[in-house]
């Protein structure tokens, strides 16, 4: 069983200390073979808020993909905006802005949905989708297949729609007929799961709140989303005509943290069935 840790929206600047230290015990206690940060990491882009950021993620004991958010971004600083706009995120995360994580049993691929010239807005142009396309097509079998934006590729209310991906139609018909099986994203602050309809293959959004801002939304605490999945299953059930073929067994956990318990709980689970051929 592999386990994945979703993050998103640190917002690093707004942190709550009580809630960070919650989250790495529960990131020590479930020991993620990825932990994923799904964008704004940080408040305002500011030197301080990257090394901050890049202190926590250095004791959640497991390997970081990151793709950067609006908010990663210097919002005031117009001369970094324009010239060096991922220059302070490359400090504390890298200069690879889609980085690619696979094991055997992940395969987790990272879309930089920003752009310097939008404040809030994201967006997926024609070349990333094919190049994600490109890489989901060479996952085997027992790979769960995830992609990892910021933006939301689809929502479930319609107050929300105005926040979704730039492209998120063109990116979802060719990312699900690839094999994608999961894409994860933030920016919204809100929690959940859902199919996309109209697709030839089912693929599911996840969503994650803010994992330990103080800016949450009402009715919604800080939370992060934990993605269990069995390879092993999906390798054993694409065997003969005849057997059920097509099933592996995915877990998407909602932990959201409980200030009476100063610990994240689980507060919901959805058990999903990527398609396999």
């Known amino acids: 069983m592999s386990v994945l840790l979703h993050l998103s929206d640190t917002h690093f600047g707004t942190e709550r200390a009580q809630v960070i230290e919650a989250l790495l015990a529960l990131a020590a206690r479930e020991r993620p073979e990825v932990a994923v940060l799904s964008g704004d990491i940080t408040q305002r882009a500011r030197p301080a808020q990257f090394r901050a950021a890049k202190a926590f993620v250095e004791r959640l ?34 200069a690879d802005l889609e980085p690619v994580h696979a094991s055997r049993d992940l395969l987790v691929v990272g879309v930089n949905t920003t752009r310097a010239w939008r404040h809030k807005e994201g967006e997926v142009s024609p070349l990333q989708i094919d190049r994600v396309a490109a890489l989901l097509r060479k996952a085997r079998p027992q790979q769960l297949r995830v992609v990892v934006v910021h933006h939301p590729a689809a929502v479930h209310r319609d107050q929300d729609r105005r926040h979704l ?42 969503q994650a709140g803010t994992a330990v801002s103080a800016r949450t939304r009402p009715g ?45 709980v689980r507060a919901a689970l959805a058990r999903l069935t990527p398609e396999r051929a």
């Open 61 to 94: 004991g497991a390997p970081v993909l990151a793709v950067p958010g609006n908010h990663d971004i210097a919002l005031f600083d117009l001369w970094a905006r324009a010239a060096q706009p991922y220059a302070r995120y490359a400090s504390a995360f890298g």
């Open 220 to 264: 919604f605490p800080n939370s992060v989303n934990i993605v269990r999945w069995d390879g092993a299953s999906a390798t054993r059930s694409a065997g003969p005509p005849g057997e059920d073929a097509g099933r592996g067994d995915c877990v998407i956990e909602r932990w959201d943290y409980a200030p009476d318990a100063r610990a994240f």
């Open 165 to 206: 991906l730039r492209g998120h139609h063109a990116a979802l018909r060719a990312w699900s007929a690839a094999g994608a099986d999961l894409v994860l994203g933030g920016h919204i602050h809100l929690p959940y799961t859902l199919a996309p309809p109209g697709l030839t293959r089912r693929l599911w959004v996840v």
